[in-house]
């Protein structure tokens, strides 16, 4: 989307899927709240964790807004007890 490309809603396809679950606990378990992933004919080519694109899109294409869903998650982490 940076160079042009456009955002469409689509559902993620079994392979997509696949990814999506093997992926976020590594991801999670690295404290990342916010990734985005890129596939290409079905193999994962790129984890962006510095810039993901489409945080706007998202909410443009009638998703939540997740801009306001990872703030409200690093405020619930910064306000919790340090263990």
Do not use: H, Y
Not at 75 to 80: D, S, V, W
């Amino acid at each position: 989307m940076v160079r042009g490309g456009a955002p469409a809603a689509t559902d993620l396809t079994a392979r997509e899927r696949e990814i999506c679950q093997r992926l976020g606990p590594a991801l999670r378990e690295r404290g990342l709240l916010f990734a985005g992933i890129d596939v290409i004919d079905g193999w994962l080519t790129e984890i962006n964790v510095t810039s993901p694109t489409g945080i706007r899109a998202v909410k443009t294409l009638g998703g939540p807004d997740a801009a306001a869903l990872i703030w409200d998650k690093i405020e619930a982490k910064r306000k919790a007890p340090k263990t």
